[in-house]
Nanobody, 118 residues
Framework: QVQLVESGGGLVQAGGSLRLSCAAS????????MAWYRQAPGKQRELVAA???????NYANSVKGRFTISRDNAKNTVYLQMNSLKPEDTAVYYC????????????WGQGTQVTVSS
């Protein structure tokens, strides 16, 4: 029932920037965590960045200093600003929301492809 709609992916040259958006059909305050994950071909899905219900933000070591997660509560939207992109950032990026007691419910967007050319 909860929908997460992602946008902003595309093809960019190394060193460039993209901003991903995740629009939720419910208030993002409904969820314990909002996060971005990514999955490259042949690899496991990995956490990129997350913002918790307590406002704490954490990043994967590989993106620290380059990516920024933020939210616009009025728009029920979470963003991922990606700067200084590298070819190894190429992946399908997924928005995720966890809610319920003990984060028992997990919702995923459809994924948006980010391709960084060398």
């Amino acid at each position: 029932q909860v929908q997460l709609v992602e946008s902003g992916g595309g093809l960019v040259q190394a060193g460039g920037s993209l901003r991903l958006s995740c629009a939720a059909s419910a208030s993002i305050f409904t969820f314990n965590d909002m996060a971005w994950y990514r999955q490259a071909p042949g690899k496991q899905r990995e956490l990129v960045a997350a913002i918790t219900s307590g406002g704490y933000i954490n990043y994967a070591n590989s993106v620290k200093g380059r990516f920024t997660i933020s939210r616009d509560n009025a728009k029920n939207t979470v963003y991922l600003q990606m700067n200084s992109l590298k070819p190894e950032d190429t992946a399908v990026y997924y928005c995720n929301a966890k809610g319920g007691r003990g984060s028992l419910y997990s919702y995923w967007g459809q994924g948006t492809q980010v391709t960084v050319s060398s």
